[in-house]
């Protein structure tokens, strides 16, 4: 027994081996999920050659000159971000709240931020530019890598048809980056019921020019308030150098008339919205586009290039003077 106790035998040999094994295992995983996240990034940016034809951003690139071309993928990763802005409050209806869920998909799709103010803060429409501005500010004080580059105002009472249509697809190529905002008009003059509107310096001295209009220029008359101050404001060389008018129905197109012949201003299959400004019944009119839309979503889903706005978003920022 004596003997025995002197042999130096290793004590519990059998668990250091395992002890051994195990290290190595996780050191061999862990060095096999590092090979596997490079190979992972090498593909991402290194190879340019890659396919990437069913994706609608390849689209996207393709169709707007704001990509430069089909083979311009990174320019993709410099697109520009774009934020969605509206307002609703008051007594809560349904229909509007059935039209503003409209705006899920097309934002799910499209990665776009919805800004949406559920209280109003100033009398009358006054709410709407104070809140536009305060978002601008916002956005502004962040870095250039996390701030939005547009924003993109939508009335409440706007429905949704076409989700495949981008946003991007409006924004002004760089041979007109001095270009700030896009608008519309109808038979009113300057409708600014949807509108997009690049976050920039410029766009903080408008909103508060339009927010304070009627305390600067009491004796004005303002038929639209809000809207009565932009369209006078967007008047003056400030503001007009840098505004363009684009067609209404690109974004901000009205509802048709049944039976009658469409007008350049009326929706049609394949548009981004309809919009129901001056309408009435509103919370009526609304559940009908809502029904016409669930009804047959094909009449209006239609694939961008297969939809007009490639060739007429084309064609406008080419032939418009700089």
């Known amino acids: 027994m004596a003997l025995i106790n002197h042999i130096n035998l290793p004590r519990r040999p059998f668990a250091s081996l395992l002890r051994y094994f195990h290290k190595a295992r996780i050191t061999t995983l862990l060095l096999f999920c590092a090979a596997i996240t490079l190979f992972a990034v090498y593909l991402h940016n290194f190879e340019p050659n890659r396919d990437r034809s069913n994706s609608w ?31 609703l409050y008051g007594d809560k209806k349904l229909a509007h709240e059935r039209a503003l869920k409209t705006q899920e998909k097309h934002n799910r799709l499209h ?31 962040k870095q250039d890598s996390e701030r939005l580059s547009w924003l993109f105002w939508v009335d409440a009472d706007t429905v949704v048809l076409n989700s495949h249509v981008p946003l ?31 976050v920039t310096p410029w ?62 201003d009326q929706v049609r299959g394949g548009d981004l919205l309809v919009h129901l400004a001056g309408v ?22 239609i694939a961008l290039e297969n939809t007009t706005y490639p060739t007429e978003t084309k064609e406008f920022w080419e032939n418009l003077k700089t």
């Open 57 to 87: 951003q390849a689209k996207i690139i393709s169709l707007n000159p704001l990509f430069g071309g089909p083979d311009n993928y990174n320019a993709w990763s410099k697109r520009p971000r774009i934020g969605k802005v509206s307002i």
């Open 111 to 141: 990665g776009y931020s919805m800004h949406l103010l559920r209280r109003g803060i100033l009398d009358g429409y006054w709410t709407k530019p104070a809140y536009i501005l305060s978002l601008i500010l916002q956005e502004l004080g």
């Open 168 to 198: 991007e697809i409006f924004i002004p190529p760089t041979q007109h980056k001095d270009i700030h905002l896009l608008v519309t008009k109808d038979w009113n003059g300057l409708n600014n019921g949807v509108f997009l509107l690049e």
């Open 203 to 264: 766009a903080v001295e408008l909103f508060t020019a339009i927010a304070s209009f009627r305390d600067f220029q009491p004796n004005t008359t303002l038929t639209f308030q809000d809207q009565s101050a932009m369209e006078i404001l967007l008047k003056e060389p400030k503001y007009a150098n840098h505004t363009v008018t684009v067609p209404q129905r690109w974004f901000n197109a009205y509802k048709d008339e049944k039976d009658k012949e469409l007008k350049a």
């Open 280 to 301: 009435n019944p509103r919370e009526k009119y609304l559940d009908e586009w809502c029904d016409r839309y669930e009804e047959d979503p094909s009449v209006w889903e």
